[in-house]
């Protein structure tokens, strides 16, 4: 599946949502359903700069695609963090760095994304696609 | 004849402590938010403003701007008079001797640089020198003397706080010795709500010798506060905090004190005569303002200053402190919620966790039921390393809150406890 049918598809999966509290129950589970983050991956060094909530985001490259493992203690965020994951996750660096997270704006939750937010995910956003951005140089040498 | 006239003094009629009444008042307050009634739990990040403050900031830009204590033309005489009048107002609300120890600056958090800046340029401390904060200070009363220790090898030392969130007033007596030149504490915690005993805490650095900066950003709006009786140096505060706008804020100091400080910024309005060679600067107040004030700030100010005045202020705090008992009382009763700061003598703040369920969570889910508190760690990281958590949710109530508003919290707070439990 491409980046943008994983969208629509994540799109859909909300347009039911009857509410907000709906919605972030959806989220929720959706963070429940995240693989355990390693733990000797939940160091300093992988964690991203966030006032309210603690983001931890790592990165590897596997046949040409970018691998991310994720987490955050505040359970809304791990489950923004699923989202993107599902998106992101396991797709080539060129594609990553081409197809912006409009999905997050249709579902509705897209204030969580606003930079002035703080909660880590603008910046976990923007690391996503620093590393595409690096691995995409990698590879072509 | 034994006919004694007493004489009464004329006794101002306070205006009745109606909160429906007040809460008409704010008219941000008859908004919704996400399709709910707004109920407005962040006061201590900032308070709403009553129509009367808008009004009078409008009349300002609508009929009186220019700019102040330069111009002869009418309206520059006009704006002049109405910020110097906002000064006296303030003069009078806090009981300082002269209108030339009330120095305007943009808030509490400038008013501490301004101090701390000044004493650095003025010499007024050498390596080895200490300052003597709380466990409990908000950032804005570390960071300006960690910038300061950076210069002048100056260090911080602490006094500890107990489990209650109350410092523990004999250690504080240990820390000071003749290296100590300076205590400065905050009156009211906004993490805890901790209200701490500032004036056995002046009563003993003055028995040093040693002068005294009280951050009232929070206390100003809970109680009524003389700078007379408290016998501090310095008092400072913001006025968005107390129903007025943001960007303006007083600084408090004893005259003798502000004048041997060098001035904080220099420019113009702060002057009295110079030339290339060198400048001579004016008296208080003006030495310290540098620039085009935020008049209308002040003048806001001034306004909010006068809607409080309408009231007996022992009607605000009994008001608040009911709301807090309450909502201390109500929340307990939800499973796992724990309040952080439980000290005895406390504000109408009331941080809290939940177990298992983070802040940003709990802040989220009630936002979307027009519910709005604080979430984070309130800019005072080292209060939140000693209860040893990230963050802390955070209601605190204003004069126009209600028991109703707190079980709305209540009733979102268990819906959270359903959503994550």
Not at chain 1, 50 to 56: A, E, M
Not at chain 1, 104 to 119: A, C, E, F, M, Y
Not at chain 2, 282 to 287: A, I, V
Not at chain 2, 328 to 336: C, S
Request: charged share 25%.
């Amino acid at each position: 599946m491409t980046i943008f049918e994983k969208q629509e598809m994540i799109v859909k999966q909300f347009e039911n949502c009857a509410d907000w509290d709906d919605r972030y129950a959806k989220l929720i589970q959706m963070g429940r359903n995240l693989p355990p983050f390693p733990e000797e991956l939940r160091i300093d060094k992988n964690k991203l700069d966030g006032c309210q909530s603690q983001v931890w985001l790592t990165a590897s490259i596997k046949e040409g695609n970018v691998i991310f493992k994720a987490d955050s203690d505040a359970a809304i965020v791990k489950g923004l963090i699923a989202l993107l994951l599902e998106v992101y996750s396991n797709q080539p660096p060129e594609e990553i760095l081409k197809i912006p997270p409009e999905f997050i704006k249709k579902i509705g939750i897209d204030n969580h994304l606003s930079p002035t937010r703080k909660n880590g995910l603008g910046a976990m956003l923007k690391q996503i696609q620093m590393f595409a951005f690096a691995f995409k140089a990698m590879l072509k040498k | 004849m034994n006919n004694l006239m007493i004489e009464v003094p004329e006794m101002e009629a306070k205006r009745i402590f109606e909160v429906e009444k007040i809460r008409a008042d704010f008219p941000i307050l008859q908004r919704e938010v996400n399709g709910k009634p707004l109920v407005y739990l962040d006061n201590a990040a900032t308070t709403q403003k009553p129509q009367t403050v808008i009004d009078n900031m409008i009349h300002y830009y609508t009929f009186e701007n220019a700019n102040i204590h330069r111009g002869l033309h009418f309206l520059s005489e006009l704006a002049t008079e109405s910020y110097e009048k906002a000064r006296l107002k303030v003069k009078e609300h806090i009981n300082a001797m002269s209108v030339a120890e009330i120095i305007f600056v943009r808030g509490a958090t400038e008013a501490i640089n301004l101090i701390a800046t000044s004493f650095c340029r003025g010499g007024f401390y050498k390596a080895g020198d200490e300052i003597i904060v709380t466990q409990m200070e908000h950032h804005a009363n570390i960071v300006p003397w960690q910038i300061l220790s950076q210069k002048k090898d100056i260090k911080l030392r602490v006094i500890p706080i107990n489990e209650k969130g109350e410092i523990i007033f004999e250690e504080f007596e240990k820390l000071i010795s003749d290296k100590t030149k300076l205590v400065s504490v905050v009156h009211t915690s906004n993490a805890l709500g901790t209200i701490n005993p500032v004036y056995d805490i002046v009563r003993v650095a003055h028995k040093h010798n040693i002068p005294v900066l009280l951050d009232g950003a929070q206390a100003i709006v809970h109680n009524k506060i003389d700078v007379q009786k408290l016998d501090c140096d310095f008092y400072v505060f913001s006025g968005h905090k107390l129903y007025g706008p943001t960007g303006i804020g007083v600084l408090y100091g004893k005259a003798h004190i502000l004048n041997s400080m060098p001035p904080y910024q220099g420019g113009g309005d702060m002057i009295r005569t110079v030339c290339f060679e060198g400048s001579t600067f004016d008296d208080l107040p003006h030495k310290f303002e540098a620039g085009t004030p935020n008049i209308v700030g002040g003048i806001g100010l001034g306004a909010a200053i006068d809607y409080l005045n309408q009231f007996d202020f022992e009607d605000i705090s009994r008001h608040e402190k009911e709301l807090l008992n309450y909502a201390t009382q109500k929340l307990q009763e939800i499973p796992g919620l724990k309040i952080i700061g439980t000290a005895e003598n406390k504000a109408s703040v009331l941080s809290f966790t939940i177990k298992d369920i983070h802040p940003y969570d709990i802040g989220t889910i009630i936002d979307t039921h027009g519910i709005a508190i604080r979430t984070g760690h309130h800019c005072t990281q080292p209060t939140m390393k000693y209860f040893n958590v990230p963050a802390t949710a955070r209601a605190s109530f204003a004069i126009y809150n209600t028991k109703q508003e707190v079980d709305k919290l209540f009733a979102g707070l268990l819906k959270v406890k359903k959503m994550f439990g």
